[in-house]
């Protein structure tokens, strides 16, 4: 009842709001979708990328330590982080890239924030032979230094967008006129679960390999599922890891948004929880954004910047708006402390997105009953943010690092030049 959209729409969000010169490549792709997501040979080869390259499944950790210390149901973390190029987002972009691959497109954008998709777009490109483009958003490009670095190993060309926030959503409108301009050759591997209908079927789709995988370990394991947790920016985690339980009334959903620093607007990236959004059409869809009364686009803010994008999946928005999912914001600090929590206890280093869904999950595992459990989605490793982590809980020696880095290269600037 919950999964599939109806003529592109969740109640009352969703849709496809395009230039009339997309909307031939948007029919296009859907009918391209709908045919391969059913076809043997496809499924086939999707399936042994999954188990050869992405190295799925991956692991349903029993969190021991952690259970014991909160006390209530029993914490499991499934690890997404362990798969190839350290997320969950290279499920959705695999899928995508052999699909626009399967279409005869040689041309391969994304958008990306945090940079975790657009690592797994470049891997998948370099592995399936397309052309790479990536668009981050100038502030992001900074503080994801490791993961731009990535991108450029993999053979994508990143583009740094200065206009506007300089962050996700600006990525996404140069993306957005990339494609418009080239669609015949080219194929928008969009990362999350929204956007133009059927984006957010796709992206969903190929994400729910979480959700499916998750399904089959607890069963196997006799595990009695109470509660899932996962955080939510644009939606593709929580989506792929919720779909097959949304019909499943007895299981709860919770999911994490960017609290940042405080409730004002410009401090945090909340479309849920508070009062900060409205219902609004941008970047070809219709869900809750974070936008003025002028309906111009607010400023966000989040220490991970994978969750700062103002707008949410419009599947996620009509489960918040019916109730199926519960929505919480946490702030910057309460993930820093979910972080280390995790780490010092478990010895597992979650991405800082995932952290919130930690966070989260803290506070609701001594509500759950003895015996069941509650589940966090653990969409990446937190590698990627070391340049943000370790300035937070380790200063001095971190700047004492950059200051015997920029040493080191000053004095050997020309070692390399060969390269």
Known sequence: MYNESVNGFFGDYGGCYVPEILRGTIDELEIAFRKYINDKDFLEELKLLRRDY??????????????????????????????????????????????AKRMGKKRIIAETGAGQHGVATAAACAKLGMECVIYQGEVDVRRQQPNVAAMELYGAKVRAVKS??????????????????NFETTHYCLGSALGPAPFPDIVR??????????KE????????????????????????????????????LYAAEAG????????????????????????????????DEDGQAQNT???????????????????GKTGRVNFAAIRDSEALEALSFFA???????????????????TLAPKVPKGKALIINMSGRGDKDVFITSPIFRAEDWKAFLHSELERLETNKNVHDEY
Request: proline share 2%; glycine share 12%; charged share 20%.
């Open 54 to 99: 992405i190295g799925r499944e991956t692991p349903l950790m029993f969190a021991k330590n952690a259970t014991e210390r909160l006390g209530g149901g029993d914490i499991y973390v499934k690890l997404e982080g362990l798969a190839n190029t350290g997320a969950h987002k290279i499920n959705n972009v695999i899928g995508q890239v052999l699909l």
């Open 164 to 181: 506007g926030s300089r962050t996700l959503k600006d990525a996404v409108n140069e993306a957005l006129r990339d494609w418009a301009t």
């Open 205 to 214: 789709t190929f994400q729910s390999v979480i959700g499916q995988e998750l």
């Open 217 to 252: 370990q607890c069963a196997q394991r006799n595990i009695e599922i109470d509660s899932l947790v996962a955080c939510v920016g644009g939606g593709s985690n929580a989506s792929g890891f919720f779909a097959p339980f949304f019909d499943d009334l007895e299981i709860k």
């Open 260 to 291: 940042g620093t405080g409730f004002e607007c410009g401090k945090h990236a909340s479309r849920m929880v508070g009062n900060s959004a409205r219902d609004g059409i941008m970047h070809g869809f219709k869900s809750r954004f974070l936008v």
């Open 301 to 319: 803010s989040s220490i991970s910047a994978g969750l700062d994008y103002l707008g949410i999946s419009p599947q996620l928005a009509m489960l």
């Open 344 to 362: 010092k206890n478990e010895g597992i280093l979650m991405a800082l997105e995932s952290a919130h869904a930690a966070a989260y999950a803290i």
